[in-house]
């Protein structure tokens, strides 16, 4: 079984990290690649709706809910305390893929792009994080000493990551522009 290839997207909260991984998927998902996605979140969150079905099944203590439709189905899955599952055991449950983006796990070990728009008082997290390989900014004095890719520039964040990675591209889907 090979291994996924993963990219994290990083950077300090309004940097705009969203942002560009939805304009990287929809980049990477134009040349033909299959990706998938982990956002990390830092606070609660729920994905159900109070009152419907799947939540009152939470509620009344499922551990795990699969809600399926004719056009998707979701898991959702409650944690047993405040610690929460690290990237190892969640990426396993993820389907073969060509490319995983990851948003968030700053102080994960795998490959990340910082987003930096500004100096900040923290730093950038490349500068005490080896597993950080470039900074994608507007600004490139801000990069310092690391790999500088341009933030606006998504087809020069999709070609670092492919070369990094060694993805192979595909076809592209019929009326896109693979650049």
Same mark, same amino acid.
């Given at each position: 079984?090979?291994?996924? *290839?993963?990219? &994290? ?31 990390? =979140? ?9 009152? *419907? ?7 009344? &203590? ?18 047993? &305390? ?14 073969? /893929? #060509? ?6 796990? *700053?102080? &994960? @070990? ?5 987003? =930096? ?8 997290? @490349?500068?005490? #994080? ?7 900014? #507007? ?8 790999? /500088?890719?341009? %933030?606006? #520039?998504?087809? =020069?964040? =999709? ?5 990094? %990675? ?10 896109? @522009?693979?650049?």
């Amino acid at each position: 079984m090979t291994k996924q *290839k993963i990219i &994290g997207i990083v950077g300090w909260k309004n940097s705009g990290k969203t942002t560009l991984v939805e304009a990287l998927i929809r980049k990477m998902t134009d040349r033909g690649f299959h990706l998938s996605s982990v956002k990390h =979140a830092h606070h609660a969150f729920d994905i159900d709706i109070p009152g *419907k079905d799947s939540y009152r099944h939470r509620q009344a &203590g499922a551990r795990e809910v699969i809600v399926v439709s004719g056009q998707r189905w979701a898991l959702m899955h409650e944690t047993a &305390g405040p610690v929460e599952p690290g990237l190892e055991e969640l990426l396993p449950k993820l389907a073969p /893929c #060509d490319l995983v983006v990851i948003e968030g796990y *700053k102080h &994960g @070990a795998h490959p990340k792009i910082e987003v =930096a728009r500004s100096a900040r008082s923290e730093g950038l997290i @490349a500068d005490l #994080d080896s597993s950080v390989i470039a900074v994608a900014t #507007d600004d490139a004095g801000l990069a310092g000493a690391h790999r /500088c890719l341009p %933030l606006n #520039d998504v087809c =020069a964040i =999709a070609n670092f990551i492919e070369k990094y %990675l060694e993805l192979n591209p595909r076809e592209s889907k019929p009326g896109s @522009a693979a650049q």
